[in-house]
């Protein structure tokens, strides 16, 4: 079975500093590994994904992970955060032979100005 | 539209009434994802259709839950006697399989649903 863990419930940062949001994972087999974020009272946006390949993902809004094989790791990070980064943010995965997602808990970020 | 387009955004009622939920994916999708959304439960996967397939039920929690998909898109979750335990975020998603696990898949806003 396939498992994501959010080791940090909640995240705070303050802006222009470094955001990190951690996550690691648990699959059979090559890991598919993908974030979200999800906005006060909205769905789960897309932000980005690992298949294959650098190790370095980039999405949107500035937002990269870096892909851990030997930590089974997938973290999130963005360089210098923004208030307007405040969400909560979902790490995914999905092993080779599946099609259903399995969510981590979310970590709830919250970026004071 | 551009994305998946679910509704209605929010519904609130009685326990015991009966509801349903639908959910229009992107054009073009032939995966259609459910999840929930609860307080304490994270993110649930529900069901699964893909094409002319037979759906993955396996995360339905009860008898009370159904869902099915028209010719291929459009989706309607039922929800029969609500329960106040049923009040969460239904989220709907779909993709278009291609690259196989590796594909993205995009949700709707979702519909709140409280039960009182």
């Known amino acids: 079975a396939q498992s994501v863990a959010q080791p940090e419930d909640q995240v705070n940062v303050a802006e222009g500093n470094p955001l990190t949001v951690k996550c690691t994972y648990s699959?059979?087999?090559?890991?598919?590994l993908f974030w979200y974020v999800q906005y006060p009272n909205r769905g789960l946006q897309f932000l980005l994904k690992y298949i294959t390949g650098d190790n370095l993902v980039k999405g949107s809004y500035g937002f990269e992970a870096e892909f851990n094989k030997s930590q089974t790791s997938f973290h999130l990070k963005k360089p210098s955060a923004l208030v307007s980064d405040s969400a909560l943010y979902f790490c995914a995965v999905r092993g080779l032979s599946d099609y259903k997602l399995s969510f981590g808990a979310g970590t709830t970020v919250t970026v004071r100005a | 539209g551009a994305g998946v387009s679910q509704s209605p955004s929010n519904k609130v009622t009685e326990k015991g009434k009966d509801v349903e939920l639908r959910c229009d994916p992107i054009s073009g999708h032939t995966a259609l994802y459910w999840y929930r959304q609860s307080l304490g439960q994270g993110l649930e996967f529900l069901i699964y259709?893909?094409?002319?397939?037979?759906?993955?039920k396996s995360g339905l929690p009860s008898d009370r839950f159904s869902a099915e998909r028209t010719g291929g898109s459009v989706s309607t979750l039922t929800i029969q006697r609500t329960q106040q335990e049923d009040s969460a975020v239904y989220l709907c998603?779909?993709?278009?399989?291609?690259?196989?696990?590796?594909?993205?898949?995009?949700f709707g806003e979702g519909s709140w649903l409280t039960v009182v």
């Open positions: 699959v059979s087999g090559n890991p598919y």
């Open positions: 998603a779909s993709s278009t399989p291609g690259t196989g696990p590796g594909d993205t898949i995009y």
């Open positions: 259709f893909q094409g002319n397939s037979a759906p993955d």
